[in-house]
Each structure stands twice: as structure tokens, then as C-alpha cells.
């Protein structure tokens, strides 16, 4: 529920077995499960969460096509990155819609299934829709930080790519772009 291993939970709260007792209470440690990921915990607000990593509650409700304030527990939310247009040297995450695969997903960023399974520690093939998932950087793509002015199809035509590919890779609901906001864009 809240992205951790057993034995991730078993450190924090100090247990040798993974016996449990009705009413026992656990530590939850705050862990970010990619550099630009965060795993949403009891007491979590999205003004405590924008204090802790310098950002702000508008920017997360951005970043995560988010409508409202509330958050549920174990809800992964994608925070800003600090970079600028550079080649990418870390992983990215991509969030499992309707119709994906892993087959999908790995063919999209250029990879087997077999590194997105050893990069998320999956034993089987199957997702739910809203799962995050860790993708490994193969340096196939830039980082590219969105000015004033520009556009999808700008980007597109700077990188000698397509509007589609940059959608894709970035999985966007919309073409509207925010001035700062990050885009993955294909090499």
C-alpha cells in the first residue's frame, strides 16, 4: 500500500518476524520510490508535501492533473525535478493508464520487459491502471524544461520529432504546456 518492502517495514518499526497484532501500530518511513516521486502517508497534505520539497500546492495539482486537495494514503504523486535541458541520467516514472501493457510500455521507452520487471521488482506481468512505474534510463531522451512561447509542436520541430512521440512519451492528456514544466523528449 504505501510502495515499501517487507523488509523496508520490518527496519522502521524494529520487527524480527512479520507477525502483526490487531491494533499494533507501524511506522510508515517517507520514501520516494524515484528521484521525482512521492508516496502519500497519513497527515500528508499537499501544503506539507510542497513545504518538504520546496515547491508549490499548485505546482503538485499541475504535475498530477490533480482537481482538488484531497489525497488518499499510498497515492503516488509525480514531484517537480530540479534539471534543466540536459541528457536525462536518471529514471523517469510513467503511471499505467487503460490499455497498457508491459510489452506496451518497454517497446515505448526502447527496453525489454524484462528491465521494466527487474527495474520495479515485478514477478508477473500484470498492472492496474494508476500503478507508477519506474522507467530505466536507456539515454534515448532529453529533458527539455518549456518556455514562454513554446509549443508542442515547436518542441517537436527544435528535436526533429513529432507531437505524438512527445505526447506519448510523456503521457499528456492535454497539449497545453506550462512555462517550467518538464518533457521528455525522444533522441
Given at each position: 500500500?504505501?510502495?515499501?518492502?517487507?523488509?523496508?517495514?520490518?527496519?522502521?518499526?524494529?520487527?524480527t518476524s512479520?507477525?502483526?497484532?490487531?491494533?499494533?501500530?507501524?511506522?510508515?518511513?517517507?520514501?520516494?520510490?524515484?528521484?521525482?516521486?512521492?508516496?502519500?502517508?497519513?497527515?500528508?497534505?499537499?501544503y506539507?508535501?510542497?513545504?518538504?520539497?520546496n515547491?508549490?500546492?499548485?505546482?503538485?495539482?499541475?504535475?498530477?492533473?490533480?482537481?482538488?486537495n484531497?489525497?488518499?494514503?499510498g497515492?503516488?504523486?509525480?514531484?517537480?525535478?530540479n534539471?534543466?535541458?540536459t541528457?536525462?541520467?536518471?529514471?523517469?516514472i510513467?503511471i499505467?493508464?487503460?490499455?497498457?501493457s508491459?510489452?506496451?510500455?518497454a517497446?515505448?521507452?526502447?527496453?525489454?520487459?524484462?528491465e521494466?520487471k527487474?527495474?520495479?521488482?515485478?514477478?508477473?506481468?500484470?498492472?492496474?491502471?494508476?500503478?507508477t512505474?519506474?522507467?530505466?534510463?536507456?539515454?534515448?531522451?532529453l529533458?527539455?524544461?518549456?518556455?514562454?512561447?513554446?509549443?508542442?509542436?515547436?518542441?517537436?520541430?527544435?528535436?526533429?520529432?513529432?507531437?505524438t512521440?512527445?505526447?506519448n512519451?510523456?503521457?499528456?492528456?492535454t497539449t497545453?504546456?506550462?512555462?517550467?514544466?518538464?518533457?521528455?523528449?525522444?533522441n
Amino acid at each position: 500500500m504505501y510502495g515499501l518492502t517487507v523488509d523496508e517495514l520490518k527496519q522502521a518499526n524494529n520487527l524480527t518476524s512479520n507477525l502483526l497484532s490487531v491494533g499494533q501500530k507501524l511506522i510508515i518511513p517517507d520514501k520516494k520510490i524515484a528521484d521525482n516521486v512521492y508516496i502519500v502517508k497519513a497527515g500528508d497534505s499537499l501544503y506539507s508535501i510542497a513545504q518538504k520539497y520546496n515547491t508549490t500546492v499548485d505546482e503538485l495539482k499541475r504535475l498530477n492533473n490533480l482537481t482538488s486537495n484531497n489525497l488518499s494514503i499510498g497515492q503516488q504523486l509525480k514531484l517537480p525535478s530540479n534539471t534543466d535541458e540536459t541528457q536525462n541520467d536518471t529514471n523517469n516514472i510513467y503511471i499505467v493508464k487503460s490499455g497498457d501493457s508491459l510489452y506496451k510500455i518497454a517497446n515505448m521507452y526502447g527496453i525489454s520487459v524484462d528491465e521494466l520487471k527487474q527495474a520495479n521488482n515485478l514477478t508477473s506481468n500484470l498492472l492496474s491502471i494508476g500503478q507508477t512505474l519506474i522507467i530505466p534510463n536507456k539515454n534515448n531522451y532529453l529533458t527539455y524544461t518549456v518556455q514562454s512561447g513554446d509549443s508542442l509542436y515547436s518542441i517537436a520541430r527544435k528535436y526533429n520529432t513529432t507531437v505524438t512521440d512527445i505526447i506519448n512519451l510523456n503521457n499528456l492528456a492535454t497539449t497545453n504546456l506550462s512555462i517550467g514544466q518538464k518533457l521528455l523528449i525522444p533522441n
